[in-house]
Structures are given as structure tokens and as C-alpha cells.
């Protein structure tokens, strides 16, 4: 399988460009996928460079890049640290992230990750642990369903549907992608499919806790990244978009608000190189429609 067909790098050029690659240094690409970042990096470094990879996903590491100046770490990148540690690469030059999910997940039925096909409502990236989409939808209690749907999602009727969830799946089971989708049919607002893939989305956030994930790789690229490195990240959706620009700005996750009379402002960890989230070209946006919602934010750790 191609490189293509498996998933087209979002911002390439202008990643590798602002990650500003030193070709004896150390390099984490966080989120592996297709390995096209990851190709990108290896060419721009020496003999002495080295790439540390993560993903969790199977079908990625059967993708992976073999080349002596490569690790391959199959597991979710909030271990990141531990990971590093583990490889003898406590101090790195730059982290990588795209957290978009590969075509590849999306195009494989049995995934569950999209509305064009039946499958099991699975939604795991990591076919290693057990919580599923389907679990999700068979366990959890309104609020916290309407909470999700809400937030990640931005779905309209959150409420109802959460309402419509809880009572049909006494008796009707929503294992299945056509299951799922036919219990909610009746409360579908607007255009179908648009709705549909903020639902999915909302699920797959939820069942893979990518959130939290992004929380813990932010905090600890922190503490990987030597003085002078660089952070990019990738981000497809408002609230991880927020997350990253919140924590390049003021190293916390929510917005500071902003005091005229503090006496002391805390140290900055980061210098941002991107004042504004970098976009596609419209170049790439007609080569793949999938950058359209991509941001990438790209900041240096303080010395």
C-alpha cells in the first residue's frame, strides 16, 4: 500500500520548514500514521540524526520505515516520556504531532470510524484495549453523553440525543454502525451526513480520551524538548486547537485572563514562531480536502 492511498501529510513543506531540522539531532514524530512527516524529517537528516516514532495503531506499524536511524514505539504518544527514557533519548530537538486520523482508519470498514460503511461500532485507536464505541453507548449516563456530544462534537440537539440514547437501548442494541444510525435516524438535524460525522466524532474523541492524551504529550514535550527545540502540532478541531494555542501562549490549558496589576508573570515556557495557526495552500487544499479544517502551531522552548 502506497503512501498515497494510505494517508496524504497535511502541511509538509511548511512543518518540516518551521521544525527548523538540525541533521545530527533527535526528532519525535508523535503521531506516525502514513509516515509521511516522518519521511520528511529522515530526509533532512545525517547519518548521526535519529527519529523516535509512536504510534499505536497495527496498521501503521506494518507501514513503518525501516532504517537503522529509526525507533518504532507502538503505543499512544501521552507515554511519551517514559518511552524516551526507555530509548536513551531524554533530550530531544523537536516533537512532532498531526492529529488528524489517518484516511487509511477511516477507508477500513471494520474500524468503525466512519459513517459510509457498516461495521462494529469500535472507534478504538489502540485495538489493544477493550473500551469500545458500542460500550460507550451501552454504559454511559445522559449527562455525561450530552456533555460529549456537546463539546465534541458540536452537535445541535446534544440533549435529545443523549435523552434518545438512553431510552431506546433497553431495547434496541446500537452495536452496529446501520443499528446506531437507525436509532437516531428520527432525531437527525439538518444535513445527515454532516451530523453524523459530529457524532462520530464525538465518539471517537470519547472512546480513545484524546484530550486527555493531547493534555499529557503537551506537558511532557515540555520537559523532553532542550532549550531552543521546537513543538508542532497539527490540530483538525476547535477545542485541541484551543488547547495548543492556550498552552504555547501560557504553558496551562485554559485562557489566563489577563490581570494588569499581577506583579509577576510567570516564566514562558515557549516562544511562539507561529503567531497565527499556519493553513493549507490552496494548492493542497484541492490535492486533499481533508486539510481544510488542519492548523499547525509551532513554538520554541525557552532556553
Not at 49 to 69: S, T
Not at 203 to 218: F, M, Q, S, T
Request: hydrophobic share 40%.
Amino acid at each position: 500500500m502506497g503512501e498515497q492511498q494510505y494517508h496524504l501529510p497535511v502541511l509538509l513543506q511548511e512543518t518540516t520548514t518551521l521544525l527548523q531540522i538540525n541533521p545530527e539531532g533527535i526528532y519525535v514524530d508523535a503521531t506516525f500514521g502514513g509516515g509521511g512527516h516522518s519521511r520528511a524529517i529522515l530526509e533532512q537528516l545525517g547519518e548521526k540524526g535519529r527519529l523516535i516514532v509512536f504510534d499505536q495503531d497495527e496498521d501503521a506499524y506494518r507501514n513503518r520505515i525501516i532504517d537503522e536511524r529509526v525507533t518504532f514505539v507502538q503505543q499512544n504518544f501521552r507515554h511519551l516520556q517514559r518511552f524516551l527514557k526507555l530509548h536513551k533519548a531524554e533530550q530531544v530537538d523537536g516533537v512532532l504531532a498531526d492529529l488528524g486520523v489517518s484516511s487509511h482508519q477511516f477507508d477500513t470498514a471494520e474500524r468503525g470510524f466512519s459513517i459510509r460503511f457498516d461495521g462494529d461500532l469500535d472507534m478504538r485507536m489502540d485495538t489493544r484495549t477493550e473500551f469500545t464505541a458500542a460500550q460507550l453507548l451501552a454504559t454511559w449516563g445522559e449527562a455525561r453523553l450530552q456533555l460529549i456530544f456537546q463539546e465534541y462534537g458540536e452537535v445541535t440537539n446534544a440533549k435529545t440525543l443523549a435523552q434518545t440514547i438512553v431510552k431506546q437501548r433497553k431495547t434496541h442494541p446500537m452495536r452496529t454502525i446501520t443499528e446506531f444510525k437507525s436509532v437516531i435516524q428520527p432525531i437527525v438535524k439538518g444535513n445527515p451526513q454532516k451530523y453524523l460525522a459530529q457524532v462520530f466524532q464525538a465518539l471517537r474523541i470519547a472512546v480513545n480520551d484524546e484530550l486527555g492524551a493531547l493534555k499529557d504529550l503537551l506537558e511532557q514535550a515540555t520537559n523532553v524538548l532542550k532549550p531552543g527545540g521546537r513543538l508542532a502540532v497539527i490540530t483538525f478541531h476547535s477545542l485541541e486547537d484551543r488547547m495548543v494555542k492556550n498552552f504555547m501562549k501560557t504553558g496551562s490549558f485554559e485562557e489566563a485572563p489577563e490581570d494588569p496589576f499581577a506583579k509577576e508573570t510567570p516564566p514562558k515556557l515557549f516562544r511562539l514562531i507561529t503567531k497565527k495557526p499556519v493553513t493549507a495552500s490552496d494548492a493542497e487544499l484541492k490535492l486533499n480536502g481533508r486539510s481544510r479544517s488542519a492548523k499547525l502551531r509551532v513554538a520554541e522552548k525557552q532556553a
